[in-house]
């Protein structure tokens, strides 16, 4: 497609937040300087797009915010956007600003309004993967998940050092939605015993075989690893029914919660929102429009947004491979 003239760029976060997105605001917005567009940030995402909580950005604004976690933008969910009337008055909003293009940085949800928005009112958008649930297809990271990763393994080693202590069996709770990719990580990162994921049914009673043997083998500590969507339910249920079964196990339950979406961003994460910072708003100045920008061995890839979306990325055979060696 032959690129449109853009003068001006919005850019926002929406849906959860996570560990990186400041640091991808900045390098869209330092892009968008060096080309000399003038770069708009909009507050609360598509909430206030519609609100018209949109302001100039100028290099003040983003110094000082690469090495925090969160967004300086803030970010929100919005229920009005999902209506045409709301799209709408968000249109309207960008109207009056000048607003030319978008850098969308959020989750499959917010992805998918962009694309909408652009089917409708032919705003180019380039979507940046910002979520710590890795769930998105077009990239093998999205931005977040490592440093997700990171502190759930923090998290983790320091419930070991109580677990050894007492001799207790721990099921400890990750984020990640209908994604295992926190759980397996963490998990192989941190010795777990065994991983319960979403993708992979494991019965109770093959949990429970696996808790016996290591007991016989006077493992002194055992750590279960549950993502919160898993099928067989969350960390607290799985721990009810196995403390059915093995009632001599002193057994404990951490959710490690919204913990693993705070915090500085890792190095591998400022980098990457760093790249795809860059790449969102270059996309948009070559005519890539309607798609997500994503890192693939480390060259950056857009996918259009629809298959970025619907794609169902899936965590690796060879990971459960490898912790089922490791936790034997
Ligand atoms: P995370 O996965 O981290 O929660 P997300 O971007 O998937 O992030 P959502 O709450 O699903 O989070 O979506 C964020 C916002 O995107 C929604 O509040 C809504 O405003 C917009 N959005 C999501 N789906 C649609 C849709 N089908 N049509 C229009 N807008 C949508």
Redesign the pocket.
């Known amino acids: 497609m032959e690129p449109k003239v853009i003068k001006r760029i919005g850019v926002l976060t929406?849906?959860?937040d996570?560990p990186g997105m400041n640091a991808a605001i900045r390098a869209a917005v330092r892009t968008g300087f060096y080309y000399n567009i003038e770069m708009f940030g909009i507050y609360r995402?598509?909430?206030g797009m519609i609100h018209n909580e949109i302001k100039k950005l100028d290099s003040k604004n983003i110094a000082h915010v690469l090495e925090r976690g969160g967004t300086f933008l803030k970010s929100?969910?919005?229920?009005?956007?999902?209506t045409p009337e709301g799209?709408q008055k968000a249109y309207e909003n960008l109207k009056a600003h000048g607003i030319d293009a978008l850098v969308v940085i959020?989750?499959?949800?917010?992805?998918?309004?962009a694309h909408?928005f652009y089917k409708e009112f032919g705003i180019p958008a380039v979507g940046l993967p910002?979520?710590?649930?890795n769930?998105l297809s077009g990239t093998d990271s999205t931005i977040g998940f490592d440093t997700a990763c990171n502190t759930a393994i923090q998290a983790i080693d320091k419930i070991r050092d109580t677990a050894t202590s007492h001799d207790r069996l721990f099921f400890v709770e990750v984020m990640g939605?209908d994604a295992g990719f926190i759980a397996i990580n963490a998990g192989i990162g941190s010795a777990a015993a065994a991983i319960l994921i979403p993708e992979k049914k494991m019965p109770i009673e093959d949990l429970v075989e696996k808790l016996k043997v290591r007991t016989k083998a006077k493992k002194t500590s055992n750590i279960v690893i549950v993502a919160e969507g898993g099928k067989s339910g969350g960390a607290a249920e799985i721990a009810s029914k196995v403390k059915k079964l093995l009632p001599y196990y002193d057994i404990k339950v951490t959710i490690l919660g919204h913990l693993q979406r705070g915090g500085a961003p890792s190095s591998f994460d400022r980098l990457l929102a760093s790249k795809l910072g860059v790449a969102a708003v270059e996309g948009l100045l070559h005519g890539k429009y309607d798609v997500m920008a994503g890192l693939i061995n480390h060259k950056v890839v857009y996918t259009p947004i629809k298959k970025a979306i619907v794609d169902d990325k899936t965590v690796d055979e060879d990971d459960f491979r490898v912790a089922k060696i490791l936790s034997t």
């Not at 929100?76 to 999902?82: C, H, K, L, M, V």
Request: overall charge negative.
């Open positions: 929406s849906g959860g996570s995402g598509y909430e929100a969910r919005s229920e009005e956007f999902r799209r959020g989750g499959d949800g917010s992805l998918t309004g909408l910002g979520t710590i649930d769930d939605r």
